[in-house]
């Protein structure tokens, strides 16, 4: 879709349009092909992680692998990765079968694609997909996206806000062909090695992803080797009715109604003192959910913006959350959703919008979606959880060889406590899912730094009868002369309690200076370090749920036991008085 789509989007189809027509498929058959889908989704992926070049891959596992069929349509999607990869690779694959056609790929083909136009991400989400041929024709194609650590221009690894238009920020490809019929096309290889700062990294991956793709390929030709053509697709029909059905089964027990909520952002990284507008309405019909972003922030002129795939991505996460959260992913999952997402907004920027920071308003967003629909579902609505991407960009030159380097790691936080339970501690963001954060071991290895600590944030949880999760406390030290990006978000507008629970703490950073002085920094590019020099971070909580004084005083001694809580932080936020110390007897 690109950033001309039409206000009110159908994501898939409207079937009250089409009605749907009975298929009879064995069901044993259904359940073994839909699985099988599912494993070569997750095989690729496997692939793809063990033999990837760059850690954000390998370790931080921010990609998603899927297979596509000939419509655009979502067959199978592996399960890790990002969640706001969801079932948006069908977007990058429509545009190249506009281009080309389906007679216009041959066995052997591969095409890449990170157009902003078109993908509505960072340049360095780069797409990867090669069509799968049976019986001489196109009858799918295997894809995956996966964090490039460089693509250019004036970004070095994430969280910079001083660019102002996508041509700053690094190559766009527009579903060019890097292999015709098998043959690497030598002049945009070169291209790409030309116009990247780590084209080791970044071409090592991207043989890894064309590894991956064509694995899925060999995989969907065995199963239609085995089943027939016309059964699999049969069964992947079926698997796609059925997702539906259990995802309108759940959207009809919420209550009719058009229900609303708004929050901010702190500020797009270049006016520091303007916040953002997070608002959103949702509206239940029966079975059918719309989301309209028609009173969201209009796009800014930094880099936080994202195309249509932005908005997009978190009404599916969203979506996904309340109906079938654990449930394979694809096509079928998002026919009830439909999405109004008008031209112009921070989540459909007017080309040639930066959108390097594509993904900070996300988190809020989806926060914001279920604060929304509180009122209708009081005891299944967390409260918000910490609210940003969390991360940090270190980089440099390495003092004893002159080589490049760039450090990028992603940071826990807490969660918000819910009606039944403590929000969890020190996870990434719901738009994160799955992925980690780079050990420790492996940053102190491989890049110029001292990790002095990794450790949960004291009192950083909101308090609440179901208390917030922690945030942490991570500290690095430089080693050598290096520059840093700091990118913080959600400090103005910490993550909100619910039904009487308290605010979580909210992010912070400070870098210390060899000298002894000190200064906060919330948003900030290529920010010079010197040898010795600190950096620390402090992540935000969760917020929390319930009447902080419903807490059981047992639950409380043990989070103060551990840590979690402070005396002080008891006394205050709870009214909790922890009993003196007995002394020994000594006489």
Avoid at 114 to 128: I, K
Avoid at 565 to 573: F, I, N, Q, T, Y
Wanted: proline share 5%; with cysteine.
């Amino acid at each position: 879709m690109t950033a001309d789509s039409t206000l009110a989007v159908p994501l898939t189809h409207d079937s009250t349009q089409e009605p749907s027509i009975p298929r009879k498929v064995n069901p044993i058959t259904l359940e073994v092909v839909t699985n099988s889908l599912i494993a070569y989704a997750e095989e690729m992926a496997l692939a793809l992680c063990k033999s990837a070049y760059n850690m954000m891959i390998y370790e931080v596992r921010d990609f998603c692998c899927g297979l596509i069929d000939t419509d655009g349509r979502m067959i199978c999607q592996n399960s890790g990765g990002l969640p706001i990869f969801l079932a948006d690779l069908d977007i990058a694959v429509r545009d190249g079968i506009e281009r080309y056609g389906l007679d216009g790929f041959a066995p052997g083909d591969v095409v890449i694609m990170n157009h902003a136009g078109v993908c509505g991400q960072h340049l360095n989400n780069v797409v990867v997909y090669t069509p799968c041929f049976y019986e001489g024709k196109v009858v799918a194609f295997a894809a995956n996206r996966a964090h490039w650590v460089d693509v250019g221009g004036l970004r070095t690894g994430f969280g910079n806000v001083q660019t102002y238009e996508i041509f700053h920020e690094g190559i766009q490809m527009r579903s060019i062909k890097l292999y015709d019929a098998g043959k690497r096309n030598e002049g945009v290889w070169q291209m790409i090695s030309d116009n990247i700062r780590f084209p080791e990294a970044s071409l090592g991956d991207l043989r890894a992803q064309i590894a991956a793709c064509q694995l899925g390929g060999r995989r969907l030709a065995e199963l239609f080797r085995r089943y027939s053509m016309a059964t699999v697709r049969d069964c992947i029909a079926a698997s796609w009715d059925q997702a539906e059905a259990e995802a309108r089964a759940v959207v009809e027990r919420i209550p009719d109604g058009v229900y609303t909520a708004e929050s901010h952002l702190d500020s797009d990284g270049r006016r520091l003192n303007v916040p953002l507008r997070v608002k959103v309405t949702v509206k239940v019909e029966g079975s059918n959910l719309t989301i309209d972003y028609s009173e969201m922030n209009e796009q800014v002129p930094g880099p936080l913006n994202s195309g249509y795939s932005g908005g997009l991505s978190a009404a599916r996460v969203a979506f996904k959350c309340l109906t079938a959260p654990h449930a394979p992913v694809n096509e079928g999952c998002f026919r009830p959703l439909t999405l109004i997402s008008p031209l112009g907004t921070m989540l459909n920027a007017r080309p040639p919008a930066a959108l390097g920071l594509w993904s900070v308003a996300l988190p809020t967003v989806i926060d914001t979606l279920l604060r929304a629909l509180t009122p209708a579902l009081p005891e299944f609505i967390p409260a918000a959880h910490k609210g940003d991407m969390g991360g940090c960009s270190f980089y440099g030159q390495r003092e004893e060889n002159g080589e490049r380097y760039v450090l990028m790691n992603i940071f826990g936080g807490g969660w918000g406590g819910r009606d039944t339970a403590d929000g969890e501690s020190a996870s990434v963001s719901i738009c994160q899912g799955d992925v980690r954060n780079t050990p420790v071991e492996l940053q102190e290895i491989r890049y110029p730094f001292l990790i002095e600590c990794h450790q949960l944030r004291a009192d950083s949880g909101g308090p609440g009868r179901q208390r917030g999760g922690l945030g942490v406390e991570l500290r690095y030290r430089c080693l050598q002369n290096s520059t840093v990006n700091i990118n913080l978000e959600r400090i103005i507008d910490p993550p909100w309690g619910v039904d009487g629970g308290q605010p979580g703490r909210s992010n912070a950073s400070l870098i210390r200076r060899g000298d002894g002085s000190e200064r906060s920094v919330t948003k900030e590019s290529n920010v010079v370090l010197a040898k010795g020099d600190t950096v620390t971070f402090w992540t935000a909580g969760g917020g929390g749920y319930g009447d902080p004084f419903e807490r059981p005083k047992e639950v409380l001694a043990e989070d103060v036991r551990l840590g979690y809580v402070s005396v002080e932080g008891a006394a205050r936020d709870y009214g909790y008085e922890t009993e003196p110390e007995p002394r020994e007897n000594i006489s």
